[in-house]
């Protein structure tokens, strides 16, 4: 079985461009998850889905933060425009549904860098 | 608001000795409890989870985890460590219906 998949595992872009990050979490999950890992810290949820539907981007800086998630499978995240604080790696994680003890798996991230 | 914190950032050990790792969280309600594993280049990974039941919970490759609910605490444990352990380790905190937090991580060295 394929795990979670993203691309691209790197990118580098210059202050103020925009970039996008996309995740194909595994087959049949519906729950998909952003979360930000800057260096030496545990990762942080940027925005979780059930589904299509997008129940907690509490913590997405929607001035310059977006994503979607067409058809509940797929899902991008988009920076515009990118600040140099935003440099850090992009984890899409998934499971099975929104149980709480639902074990997610990681995909391998995007590491962007921010020049 | 809820938290997780790990006793420390970094630990040496050389091969064969003892690993405990420290996690301590915040909320006293019902959770759920994970121990993640980084190794060097590759994505984040379960060692173990603990809903209910036997608060003594086995994972993969010999560890295992504690949860000791007076302490709030849920430390990682491994009797002998190896070289192939260096990795950097999470631990996750759920309550039901919310989202995982994450603790800081504490980096493993074992040094050959």
């Known amino acids: 079985e394929a795990g979670v998949v993203q691309s691209p595992r790197y990118k580098i872009i210059e202050k103020k461009q925009p970039v996008a990050f996309w995740c194909n979490p595994i087959s049949g999950h519906n729950t998909l998850y952003w979360y930000l890992q800057n260096l030496g810290q545990g990762p942080e949820l940027l925005i979780r889905?059930?589904?299509?539907?997008?129940?907690?981007d509490s913590q997405l800086p929607k001035d310059r933060f977006s994503a979607e998630r067409l058809k509940g499978v797929d899902s991008t995240l988009k920076i515009q425009p990118a600040e140099l604080g935003d440099s850090a790696v992009y984890l899409c994680?998934?499971?099975?549904?929104?149980?709480?003890?639902?074990?997610?798996?990681f995909g391998p991230g995007t590491r962007l860098t921010v020049l | 608001a809820q938290s997780v914190s790990q006793h420390n950032h970094h630990v040496i050990l050389s091969e064969a000795a003892s690993l405990e790792l420290g996690c301590n969280y915040s909320y006293g309600g019902t959770v759920n409890l994970f121990w993640y594993v980084q190794y060097p280049g590759q994505h984040l990974q379960l060692l173990l989870k603990y809903f209910s039941g036997d608060p003594l919970v086995k994972g993969i490759k010999g560890f295992e985890a504690e949860f000791i609910k007076s302490k709030f605490s849920f430390n990682l444990r491994k009797p002998s460590v190896q070289w192939s352990d260096t990795a950097e380790y999470f631990c996750?905190?759920?309550?039901?219906?919310?989202?995982?937090?994450f603790g800081p991580g504490t980096r493993l060295s074992v040094l050959p």
């Open positions: 994680a998934s499971s099975l549904g929104g149980a709480s003890y639902n074990e997610q798996f």
């Open positions: 889905y059930e589904n299509e539907e997008a129940v907690d």
């Open positions: 996750a905190v759920i309550l039901y219906g919310q989202n995982f937090v």
